[in-house]
């Protein structure tokens, strides 16, 4: 069974700072890797999607890169800002590419 | 578009009692999927759908029934209500899992007493 870890479980920092959150996943044979942002509250909102051919994925302020061999993932978030606090969840699917297994999240806090 | 529907936003049951969570897409979406979100925890997968007619179970799935008869809607049943399903519900659809995004929608927050 596949099983995804997030650490830190949260992470306060102050405004302006460049941040990495990280993702680790037991099992290799992932078909894709999602970010995901979470406000208190409410639903999920896609942030990347990098196939598992693919080794990196940017939006924004936002880059995202895939290791898969070695089970990793990281969110690197460029000059924070308070509207990036939120909670960051990342989820991979796997022998069954229907099947989306998900982290526990890093909580975000950016200080102004 | 409305993108990803549920309703109702909370609920509170009784244990032992039924009741049917409803979630709607408007994307035309083959894919759609139920997930319960508990504290500290991340989403662990219900149910999924891969188009109408065609349901199988996820990680968690006793105590939770599924249908899928249109596109649009795919419900979420708890035939009778424990405490230990006291949780928030999301919902998600996808056109392709192996390639595409989840959209969710907004919640479903379930307390059994």
């Known amino acids: 069974k596949q099983e995804v870890t997030q650490i830190p479980a949260a992470l306060s920092v102050p405004e302006g700072e460049n941040l990495v959150l990280n993702c680790s996943f037991t099992?290799?044979?992932?078909?894709?890797l999602q970010w995901f942002r979470q406000d208190p509250g409410k639903g999920l909102t896609s942030l990347l999607l990098?196939?598992?051919?693919?080794r990196e994925q940017t939006s924004g302020r936002l880059n995202a890169s895939l290791d898969k061999s070695s089970g990793r993932s990281t969110l690197y978030i460029a000059a924070s800002q308070p509207g990036d606090s939120a909670t960051y969840l990342c989820?991979?699917?796997?022998?069954?590419?229907?099947?989306?297994?998900f982290g526990s999240g890093t909580k975000l806090n950016v200080k102004p | 578009n409305a993108g990803v529907t549920q309703t109702p936003k909370f609920q509170v049951l009784k244990t032992g009692q039924s009741m049917t969570l409803q979630c709607a897409q408007d994307?035309?979406?083959?894919?759609m999927s139920w997930y319960r979100q508990d504290p500290g925890m991340g989403l662990r997968l219900i149910h999924y759908?891969?188009?109408?007619?065609?349901?199988d179970q996820g990680e968690v799935p006793n105590g939770y029934n599924v249908s899928r008869s249109t596109t649009e809607d795919f419900p979420l049943r708890l035939l009778s209500a424990a405490p230990s399903q006291t949780s928030v519900y999301f919902c998600?659809?996808?056109?392709?899992?192996?390639?595409?995004?989840?959209?969710f929608g907004p919640g479903t927050r379930l307390t059994v007493l």
């Open positions: 099992d290799s044979a992932i078909y894709n």
């Open positions: 989820a991979v699917n796997g022998d069954n590419f229907n099947k989306f297994y």
């Open positions: 994307m035309n979406h083959e894919y």
């Open positions: 998600a659809s996808s056109q392709q899992t192996d390639t595409d995004t989840q959209y």
């Open positions: 759908s891969v188009g109408a007619g065609i349901t």
């Open positions: 990098i196939q598992s051919s693919q």
